[in-house]
């Protein structure tokens, strides 16, 4: 099968870089032809005047550039499938009718939830918010929630109201991959064909490994540095387990605040690493005792769980969303109520003080990972995705199915 991938990095790398990265070589593996289509929003880092921004943002709603050099890509390279990551902001979505005019169908997984909310997250002053489904998309533009900003949010704001009113995402979009039944409830809640979405985790490869079972030293924080992941309230929670040593990997904009916060409360066994390499991640990762992971928004697939358990480390998590969903209480980690700083510290201390029982945990995530996130169990259910895709195309046109024999 030809296979065309498309994805739109941001200038911060992250978990939906690595995905698209994973899954070309998943596929790349298994002998299919894998054509890339990449662009970044480094491309349009020097738009620094309010001028410059919204050019880029109503660029955002409808790329005329991009539609017809992406038609010149399909027309050489006819691929069977396009498989859509991320069009935000440099590629647009102008890209789904060039597919439907060639007969491509397109299969777009869902890592975020910018289509039904500016800033992507379902998350507005340190709290969940649906504001934008359950009303309408003025909220999102009331509060400025992408970037802070009123225009900036009213101009993202403009492309999904234009692509609704296309029917965009209902009419070229043949196939959706959600990466938990949680998040697939939530974008069928906000209008999305529910026949149309299927769930596919994400995968860990290549496996790291478990780590040793002698207890390890630390705990472990990996994630991105920034409001929603809610360091701060591990922060708090710290502040009653001072004996615990806290080791914090990643970067992003939290981080000088929060490294201040912790020498300014004499958090002296808490420990900001930065950015590393995902080898350092990951042996970081064997040889703690336990991974916690405080985000306050509901997440989507957080692959730094998926790690965990691959590594034979048990999570505790916000019982919130995807994290409750993936982490199961009691089995492959422990649950905490999202925010409450007192409650983690609890779910901490216990974790900590209850040695077997966490080693127990491990071989529970290892196993869970082994069942569920390898590359080796998730190939097949890709192709699955495709092969519908694909048929619901063929029937449409009346077409043969000789390439999903071929598949």
């Not at 990449?38 to 790329?63: I, Y």
């Not at 002053?125 to 998309?137: A, Q, T």
């Not at 040593?245 to 958090?267: D, F, H, M, T, W």
């Not at 995807?322 to 649950?335: K, P, Q, W």
Request: charged share 25%; proline share 4%; with cysteine.
């Amino acid at each position: 099968m030809k296979i065309l991938l498309v994805h739109n990095s941001y200038q911060q790398p992250g978990g939906e870089d690595i995905v698209f990265e994973q899954e070309q070589e998943l596929l790349e593996r298994a002998g299919h032809d894998v054509v890339t289509y990449k662009r970044s929003n480094w491309e349009v880092q020097d738009c620094r005047t309010t001028v410059q921004q919204l050019s880029l943002l109503r660029n955002a709603v409808w790329s005329t550039d991009t539609r017809r050099e992406f038609a010149k890509i399909l027309d050489r390279e006819k691929p069977d499938l396009a498989h859509v990551h991320n069009t935000f902001v440099v590629i647009s979505p102008s890209i789904y009718s060039a597919c439907s005019e060639a007969g491509v169908p397109v299969v777009q997984t869902l890592h975020n939830y910018r289509l039904f909310c500016p800033s992507a997250t379902f998350f507005r002053d340190g709290m969940v918010c649906e504001d934008c489904v359950e009303r309408s998309l003025w909220q999102g533009i009331k509060h400025g929630c992408y970037r802070g900003s009123h225009a900036a949010t009213a101009a993202v704001g403009l492309m999904l109201v234009t692509h609704r009113h296309q029917e965009t995402w209902s009419r070229y979009v043949r196939r959706y991959i959600a990466l938990t039944a949680f998040a697939r409830g939530r974008f069928v809640n906000a209008g999305l064909p529910q026949r149309k979405i299927s769930v596919k985790p994400n995968f860990v490869h290549p496996d790291p490994g478990e780590g040793p079972r002698s207890r390890g030293e630390y705990v472990l924080f990996v994630g991105r540095l920034s409001p929603e992941k809610r360091v701060s309230t591990m922060l708090k929670a710290w502040r009653q387990l001072t004996t615990i040593p806290l080791v914090v990997i990643g970067g992003g904009p939290e981080r000088s605040r929060l490294e201040e916060e912790a020498a300014l409360r004499g958090l002296s066994d808490v420990t900001f690493r930065g950015q590393l390499s995902r080898l350092e991640t990951m042996k970081a990762m064997r040889e703690a005792r336990f991974l916690v992971f405080s985000s306050e928004w509901y997440e989507n697939f957080p692959v730094t769980i998926a790690e965990s358990f691959a590594c034979g480390i048990p999570v505790v998590c916000s019982k919130l969303g995807a994290m409750a969903e993936i982490v199961e209480d009691g089995r492959t980690g422990v649950h905490f109520t999202a925010g409450d700083a007192d409650d983690l510290a609890e779910k901490v201390r216990w974790a900590w003080e209850n040695e077997q029982a966490v080693s127990v945990m491990g071989e529970q995530a290892r196993r869970e990972y082994e069942l569920k996130y390898t590359a080796e169990k998730n190939y097949p259910l890709l192709m699955d995705i495709y092969r519908q895709a694909i048929r619901d195309t063929m029937d449409d046109c009346g077409e043969s199915t000789e390439i999903l024999q071929q598949a």
